[in-house]
T-cell receptor
Framework: QQQVKQSPQSLIVQKGGISIINCAYENTAFDYFPWYQQFPGKGPALLIAIRPDVSEKKEGRFTISFNKSAKQFSLHIMDSQPGDSATYFCAASRTRNTGFQKLVFGTGTRLLVSP | SAVISQKPSRDICQRGTSLTIQCQVDSQVTMMFWYRQQPGQSLTLIATANQGSEATYESGFVIDKFPISRPNLTFSTLTVSNMSPEDSSIYLC?????FGYGYTFGSGTRLTVV
């Protein structure tokens, strides 16, 4: 019940295209859903996050879509650029202070944006 | 977001020895964590570093192998003890100022045990 399932494992998108990465969770107590971007040799960097009270959040070219009933959320990268080539991790946690809940990570998606 | 400095950035160690990894945050944080990441894999939480008390370890990780200290609100260390080649991995420090979200990560320590 603590798992976050992420797909696809890898993705190749042409420059200017839309990259879409999907995640699904089981624990309905999760109320915070971040996406992390990781470049080789670096730690994960927080990209964008959403709470379940909204269905979509957009920051620049990055959008999270959230479907509470389906327990799914996805990252959309519009106008994908070669500089977006990285590994992306979805994650989930519970923030209500009823006992610490760790950040649960998806398995990661390696994105390659071809020039 | 907190800025995390982690050192060393990489090391090659002999089996049977121990390595201590340091994590320094630029401001006081509520919680600090240590993760392990195999190349190309996801992150696995080792433990939560508790300030002034013993760390809370995840299943599969024990204090004798991964002793952790957190003497104050901005600093923590992870020691990988009695190393074997299976301990070769990337070790990451993470921290948050607010309970449950806004986690920041250091750049990691790439450990190779030979």
């Amino acid at each position: 019940q603590q798992q976050v399932k992420q797909s696809p494992q890898s993705l190749i998108v042409q420059k200017g295209g839309i990259s879409i990465i999907n995640c699904a969770y089981e624990n309905t107590a999760f109320d915070y859903f971040p996406w992390y971007q990781q470049f080789p040799g670096k730690g994960p960097a927080l990209l964008i996050a959403i709470r379940p009270d909204v269905s979509e959040k957009k920051e620049g070219r990055f959008t999270i879509s959230f479907n509470k009933s389906a327990k799914q959320f996805s990252l959309h990268i519009m106008d994908s650029q070669p500089g977006d080539s990285a590994t992306y991790f979805c994650a989930a946690s519970r923030t209500r202070n009823t006992g610490f809940q760790k950040l649960v990570f998806g398995t990661g998606t390696r994105l390659l944006v071809s020039p | 977001s907190a800025v995390i400095s982690q050192k060393p950035s990489r090391d090659i160690c002999q089996r049977g020895t121990s390595l201590t990894i340091q994590c320094q945050v630029d401001s006081q944080v509520t919680m600090m964590f240590w993760y392990r990441q195999q190349p190309g894999q996801s992150l696995t939480l080792i433990a939560t570093a508790n300030q002034g008390s013993e760390a809370t370890y995840e299943s599969g990780f024990v204090i004798d192998k991964f002793p952790i200290s957190r003497p104050n609100l901005t600093f923590s260390t992870l020691t990988v003890s009695n190393m074997s080649p299976e301990d070769s991995s990337i070790y990451l420090c993470s921290a948050t100022r607010e309970f449950g979200y806004g986690y920041t990560f250091g750049s990691g320590t790439r450990l190779t045990v030979v």
